[in-house]
Antibody, heavy 126, light 107 residues
Framework: EVQLVESGGGLVKPGGSLRLSCAAS????????MNWVRQAPGKGLEWVSS????????YYADSVKGRFTISRDNAKNSLYLQMNSLRAEDTAVYYC???????????????????WGQGTLVTVSS | DIQLTQSPSFLSASVGDRVTITCRASQGISSYLAWYQQKPGKAPKLLIY???TLQSGVPSRFSGSGSGTEFTLTISSLQPEDFATYYC?????????FGQGTRLEIK
């Protein structure tokens, strides 16, 4: 059974940092692109970042570019999101999600997000 | 960036009704569109991918259609468990974007 379990959320002050983790199991983690998607309280879904299976291709939403860094450790079956210079508008539930797409010829081609974690809440407030 | 606009944003319907939700893309995305269902406090659940392919295990009352810039999600006969929020998602190009959501409530 595919499982994605996020951790690392919490309360942080504006300007602070936080590192989220997503532990994967039940599938060959190193074969799949992974994503972070967030949802502010009472709002819709917002894609945050994607990383290819070998970390060769990385993409960010403009809203987090330069502040957030996605990474993965295939040996540990883990996905990470390092969040720096946090703002109040970063307050959200953060989900990791497995992509069924592929990368080829210098680009990645996402397909759909079949599996999601349960989410971890990040609150940015003084 | 590709914008997705869902309509309606809110829908009130009864058990047994047939409902349709529309998702319009600001530019052509071929069939690179997925639909998700989300219930309060839960992660989104994939319903449809590639615009019209039903995800395994999803009831056949759900169907998707469209290509290019206009897409629809149809629920043929609403069941009590279908009352939730629905999102479309484009995967034609980065940044990946979602529609604003359609909240489906019981009349």
């Amino acid at each position: 059974e595919v499982q994605l379990v996020e951790s690392g959320g919490g309360l942080v002050k504006p300007g602070g940092s936080l590192r989220l983790s997503c532990a994967a199991s039940g599938f060959t983690f190193s074969s799949y692109s992974m994503n972070w998607v967030r949802q502010a309280p009472g709002k819709g879904l917002e894609w945050v970042s994607s990383i290819s299976s070998s970390s060769s291709y990385i993409y960010y939403a403009d809203s987090v570019k330069g502040r957030f860094t996605i990474s993965r450790d295939n040996a540990k079956n883990s996905l990470y999101l390092q969040m720096n210079s946090l703002r109040a508008e970063d307050t959200a539930v953060y989900y990791c999600a497995r992509d069924s797409g592929y990368c080829s010829g210098g680009s990645c081609y996402p397909q759909y997000f079949q599996h999601w974690g349960q989410g971890t809440l990040v609150t940015v407030s003084s | 960036d590709i914008q997705l606009t869902q309509s309606p944003s809110f829908l009130s319907a009864s058990v047994g009704d047939r409902v349709t939700i529309t998702c319009r893309a600001s530019q052509g995305i071929s069939s690179y569109l997925a639909w998700y269902q989300q219930k309060p406090g839960k992660a989104p659940k994939l319903l449809i991918y590639a615009a019209s392919t039903l995800q395994s295990g999803v009831p056949s009352r759900f169907s998707g259609s469209g290509s290019g810039t206009e897409f629809t999600l149809t629920i043929s006969s609403l069941q009590p468990e279908d009352f939730a929020t629905y999102y479309c998602q484009q995967l034609n190009s980065y940044p990946i974007t979602f529609g604003q959501g359609t909240r489906l409530e019981i009349k």
